[in-house]
């Protein structure tokens, strides 16, 4: 069986079908993944195929996806920046599964809202793949709205409010496509929501239920399966000169903001190595996927300036981590084993901040405008002293480490397939 994982989006949202896919290869179905171009080197460095969806290229350059700070108002204004940029990944997604021919389409984030069209099209079945939880329910709001819970009526409000917006707003791309595929007009809730047939696919989440527990109210076709690793690349060593610094001390702690590091990276830099400095531990500084651009700009000794590094090889190296808590990162903090302190900024981030702080794996989050050297400082301290932290996030890897998220997957392309 060829199947086609489309994603559009930042690294953390490819990372993770690498290692889903590398699966499906292995129970001996031929994958390609189809994402923005930036992202082909990851893939295929990961032994994989890739297909670059055209016209995608920087599509996350926009400075707007890092502006305000999440909640109800901002997931609103997303969706219409959303809606700006389905019309190109429509017909860039149905480009490439003329050109591929898959038998099943297996959609994630941004393509999933219009990619249930191309299938309805192409005479596909498909599969939704989620990395955050955004489907109503009573015990959280939609994962881009809020890290916290605003009641049980509240939350599934919430998800009522986002599900419309989106599909108003998402309404135009959706009759566009449909149009180019000659498929008869729907409504507008059907417009997002597809042919009778996709919303009967199953959606399988690629997140833990020790992190996020299925909730009750979702229907079975919704599933949780555990995290998909990121496949490691097949040709990747250390840079020496950081392999040198980490073993000419103590265990030092990660700084980064992932592949939507914001525009003040060099501000970033030096508030991290202070606050390193004052809480008296070393640090490994992520800069973007830029790389050590702003070493000169830090004191010898105490910390180093890093670029794209594979999260599974540094993390357990780490005494701590400090990030975004974007889905990707946040995976790779608890599957180390590590406390995080972590500076949401939008989108599902305080989503995973909060949560990693319920589960006793990391001090509260400290916003990003609230994040200062003052704020950083204890926090690092905290949770590098603090034997509760270390202690759960350890117990949360070796829990992680007992789930094959793949498997489900798995399952349903051979039933699929008929084997």
Known sequence: ?????????????VAPLTGLAAAIRAAGHSVTITSNDEYESLVVGCGLEFRPLPGTHGMFDDPRWLQGSGGPAWAVSMTRLLAEHMRTVDKALLAVARQDAPDVLALTGMTALGG???????????VELQLQPMYTTSDFPPSIVSGRSFGRLGNRAAG????????????????????ELGLPRRGIREAVSGPPYARRWPVFHGFSPAVVPRPADWPD??????????QPPAAWSPPPELEEFLASGPPPVFFGFGSLTPAETGDLIELAAAAGRQAGVRLVIQAGQT?????????PGDSIVVGDLPHDWLFPRMAAVVHHAGGGTTAAGLRAGVPAVTVPVVADQPFWAARLAALGAGPPPIPRRQLSVAALAPAIRDAVARPSYRTQADALARRLASEDG??????????????
């Open 406 to 419: 793949t498997a489900p997957v798995i399952s349903m392309l051979a039933r699929l397939s008929g084997r």
């Open 1 to 13: 069986m060829r199947v086609l994982i489309a994603t559009v989006g930042a690294r953390g949202d």
């Open 160 to 179: 009522t409010v986002t599900e419309t917006a989106l599909a108003l707003v998402m309404a135009g791309p959706a009759g566009g496509i449909r149009r």
């Open 221 to 230: 076709r919704y599933q949780v399966t555990g995290y998909w690793w990121p």
């Open 291 to 299: 790389g050590p651009t702003s070493a000169g700009r830090l004191p």
């Open 116 to 126: 249930c069209h191309v299938a309805e099209g192409l005479g596909l079945p498909g």
